[in-house]
């Protein structure tokens, strides 16, 4: 997809982060811009400022973990705009327990909250929008956000991890199905790193039904591979940055977006010590 103006994107935990970077940048190129979120304030100061720099946007409240949600959302989008040419799945979110908490000690309600979000959210978009895409029969693009933590060993944020992991899986399949097919819809996988986001307080918008009990107040954060990357010199990219690198990958066609060298190292290391029978080990840095 290499055209974008008057085109309609979609764009989902598009009110901060990286999907506000996205939707800022979908309507710099000209598009008509979709903006789902769980946020309503954050939805509304959204919709705010890019109707303030003449964009023609839409804003709808939507929890992603609920098909009947993101099917709303598509209905709202062809009734508003009549059609769909570039999906975002971005919504994320990763649990507010300490750094390094053993695995078996995260709450089912854990799993629950974030494979409903990081994963099911996907699957929804997937499900709802590629079927009318098909039927537009013009060039389309989906990029699903995954992760760095989805492609390397990650023993700190596991679920989170999982999670991000299924959406790699979820997207090559999707992308061979649609080249098998000859489509002229486009996939791509984004793996960040580090972004400037809200993420580390997503728990804002966790539902009251899967919260957990109030930490114990005596628990510390154990050392971990995140509390050692935020003692390095490594970039951390604006929402903005990381929406040119979604871009130019969108134009030419690239499936695996990676947005920082770092990643290309540490997924290198897990891939030399599988190809080697070696057992999992933690990412370093030599």
């Keep these: ?33 979709v903006i789902a979120d769980i946020e309503e304030p954050a939805l509304r100061e959204a919709e705010k400022k890019l109707k303030g720099g003449g964009a023609t946007v839409l804003t709808v409240r939507t929890d ?4 009947s949600d ?13 059609g769909v040419h570039l999906l975002f799945n971005n919504a994320g979110v990763q649990p507010g327990v300490p750094e390094g908490k053993p695995l078996w000690e995260n709450t089912l309600a854990d ?12 699957v929804h978009g997937i499900k709802v929008f590629v079927p ?28 989170y991890a999982v999670t991000k992991a299924g959406v790699i899986k979820i997207s090559e399949g999707l992308y061979l199905q649609l080249k098998q097919m000859d489509s002229s819809i486009g996939v791509s996988v984004l793996c960040p790193a580090f972004v400037s986001s809200r993420l580390d307080d997503a728990g804002r918008n966790r539902p009251a039904e899967l919260q957990n009990p109030p930490e114990k107040a005596e628990q510390t954060e ?18 903005e940055q990381s929406a040119e690198i979604v871009f ?39």
Excluded at 70 to 82: I, N, Y
Excluded at 137 to 156: D, F, Q, R, W, Y
């Design 222 to 239: 154990r050392p971990s591979l995140l509390s050692e990357l935020r003692k390095g010199d490594w970039k951390t990219l604006t929402p």
């Design 248 to 286: 130019k990958a969108i134009r030419e066609n690239t499936f695996y977006i990676l947005t920082d060298p770092l990643t290309s190292t540490l997924t290198k290391q897990r891939a030399d010590n599988i190809l080697q029978g070696l057992n999992p080990e933690p990412p370093h840095f030599d």
């Design 70 to 82: 993101v099917e709303s959302l598509a209905q709202k989008t062809l009734d508003t705009f009549g």
């Design 132 to 159: 009318i895409m098909l039927k537009q029969k013009t060039a389309c693009h989906i990029v699903n956000t995954s992760s760095m933590a989805g492609l390397i060993t990650e023993p700190v944020l596991v679920i």
């Design 111 to 122: 799993w629950e909250w974030v494979l409903g979000v990081n994963l099911w959210g996907v």
């Design 1 to 33: 997809m290499k055209a974008f103006k008057d085109k309609v994107a979609v764009i989902t935990g598009g009110a901060s982060g990286i999907g506000w970077g996205l939707a800022e940048r979908c309507a710099k190129e000209g598009m008509k811009v």
């Design 64 to 67: 992603v973990s609920k098909f």
